[in-house]
């Protein structure tokens, strides 16, 4: 599991939501837009987490099911209208054809085998279902290999040229590009990393960056602080055409 395993996700689980891309409301609603606004009377979310998304998909388009492989994430999530299991993207415990709608945010960097996790909910749309996907990728593919090295955590971000040729299975494909303005470095450091040495580490990396991420990324070094943009790419598909 590329070393992100259940323990890692465990040590997470209570800080996650402090996080601040986690709730961010523009980004949500962004991506909450990329969904028509059809009814959906199954849905399911891949890498629920601790639901932060969820409620919101809850409150627009009623119940959902959302599935993780970590049991510590999931038990931050406590809402009547989320149904939290433990299962994992790459053997989804459901009958072909279970949901109308098929969502996953920010889980694809890391899963051992992106396109067998694809298949997988291609399986579980029913006909004419929407599978979304909104995913954190380096500001451009050319630079790819430093935006893996800057982030140091032996994880392979995918790039949008990477994303779309796992897409093909999906047809009438609609996709956007959102940009997380300005976030802090220093608080996604506290509260994904417990080992001092390696904050420093990632805090200098960033700070020997290329002048190509640092344009790209608006980089502000406020000394206390650094400041960067990350960009997402979303991206809606159906399992046939509609
Ligand atoms: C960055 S969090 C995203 C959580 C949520 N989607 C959100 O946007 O807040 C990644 C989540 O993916 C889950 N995850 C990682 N590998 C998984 C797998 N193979 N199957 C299911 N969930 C997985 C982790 O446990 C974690 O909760």
Redesign the pocket.
């Known amino acids: ?1 590329k070393g ?1 395993s ?1 323990r890692y ?1 465990a040590k ?2 209570s800080q ?1 939501d402090k996080t601040n891309w ?1 709730k961010d409301k523009k980004f949500i609603d962004a991506f909450l837009d990329m969904i028509p606004n059809n009814k959906f009377n199954s849905i399911l ?9 969820a409620e919101k998909v809850f409150e627009k388009y009623g119940p959902l099911t959302g ?4 049991k510590e ?2 038990s931050n999530i406590n809402h009547p209208g989320v149904t939290p299991i433990i ?4 053997d989804l415990p459901f009958e072909d054809s279970s949901f109308k709608l098929i969502y ?4 694809l960097h ?3 085998d992106p396109v067998l ?1 694809f298949s997988e909910i291609y399986r579980c749309l029913k006909s004419n279902g929407y599978f979304l996907l ?1 995913q954190v990728i380096p500001p451009n593919n050319s630079i790819s290999k430093e935006y893996d090295w800057l982030v140091g955590r032996n994880i392979h971000y995918p790039t949008e040229r990477e994303i779309k040729i796992i897409f093909p299975d999906f047809s009438n494909l609609k996709q956007d590009i959102f940009i997380l303005k300005n976030q802090s470095i220093i608080n996604w450091l506290n509260h994904t990393c417990n080992n001092d040495s390696q904050k420093q580490k990632i805090i200098s990396r960033h700070r020997q960056t290329s002048d190509t991420y640092k344009t790209l990324a608006n980089f502000i070094d406020t000394k206390n602080d650094i400041l960067v943009d990350i960009r997402h790419i979303m991206i809606i598909g159906t399992n046939e055409s509609i």
């Not at 599935?67 to 970590?70: E, K, L």
């Not at 299962?87 to 790459?90: L, S």
């Not at 996953?104 to 889980?107: S, T």
Request: no cysteine.
């Open positions: 599991m992100y259940k996700w997470r689980a996650y986690v979310e891949v890498g629920i987490g601790t639901g932060a998304i599935i993780d492989i970590s994430m999931i299962g994992d993207a790459h996953m945010r920010n889980v890391y899963l051992d996790a909104s």
